[in-house]
């Protein structure tokens, strides 16, 4: 048997269709805003784990002059250089 649908049951059905297709529609918004976040996140963490590589080589480096400049023969041949200093008899040959 065949029953014909009323025009309230086709309204109703229409809207709900509009309905469905409207709160997808805001799920995907959603869902792809959020991977975008994802994607952003993700690309940031690489650039600032490759900043705090830097930072740590940055770091080991500096300490490593810490100890070099706590011996006076060293500092004394690094005032030296930087500064163009000599002691009598020294001769300054400049390397340019």
């Not at 900043?51 to 490593?64: Q, S």
């Not at 006076?72 to 400049?94: F, N, P, Q, T, V």
């Amino acid at each position: 048997m065949h029953t014909k649908k009323s025009k309230k049951e086709k309204k109703r059905l229409f809207l709900i269709t509009i309905m469905g297709i409207t709160l997808l529609s805001l799920l995907i918004g959603s869902v792809y805003k959020d991977w975008q976040q994802i994607l952003e996140n993700r690309r940031l963490e690489v650039e600032l784990t490759k900043k705090y590589d830097e930072l740590l080589d940055d770091e080991e480096r500096l300490n490593a002059e810490i100890v070099k400049l706590g011996d006076d023969e060293y500092l004394a041949r690094w005032a030296k250089e930087k500064y163009m200093l000599s002691s009598d008899g020294d001769i300054i040959i400049k390397w340019d």
